[in-house]
């Protein structure tokens, strides 16, 4: 079993800037993949970033430039630096991971991103 706990999120003006963090316990040698997915009201939740082991991160190719994904050292925390938000980024930020043994997924409870003037 891996728990999940999010912070970082809250209100922010256009243009600011959070950064999100989730610390992932309990059976973290067999993660393999740490990364943040988010759904706004009324539509489908979609990934925002992913780090996989080995470094290799990914970022949603219309969020390039503004958000970015890191992970400590340790592979137990996960990080989403956001700039320059814009009120369309408003939505629910969810972190999850996967393990490798067993194979599966594990989600954060969500952290609430609003940006509103």
């Known amino acids: 079993q891996v728990q999940l706990v999010e912070s970082g999120g809250g209100l922010v003006q256009p243009g600011g800037s959070l950064r999100l963090s989730c610390l992932a316990s309990?059976?973290?040698?067999?993660?393999?993949?740490m990364g943040w997915y988010r759904q706004a009201p009324g539509k489908q939740r979609e990934q925002v970033a992913i780090?996989?082991?080995?470094?290799?991160?990914r970022t949603a190719e219309s969020l390039q430039g503004r958000f970015a994904i890191s992970r400590d050292n340790a592979k137990t925390t996960v990080y989403l630096q956001m700039n320059s938000l814009k009120p369309e980024d408003t939505a629910l930020y969810y972190c999850?991971?996967?393990?490798?043994?067993?194979?599966?997924?594990?989600w954060g409870q969500g952290t609430q991103v609003t940006v509103s003037s």
């Open positions: 309990g059976s973290i040698s067999s993660i393999n993949a």
């Open positions: 999850f991971v996967t393990t490798s043994l067993p194979p599966r997924a594990y």
């Open positions: 780090s996989q082991s080995g470094g290799i991160t």
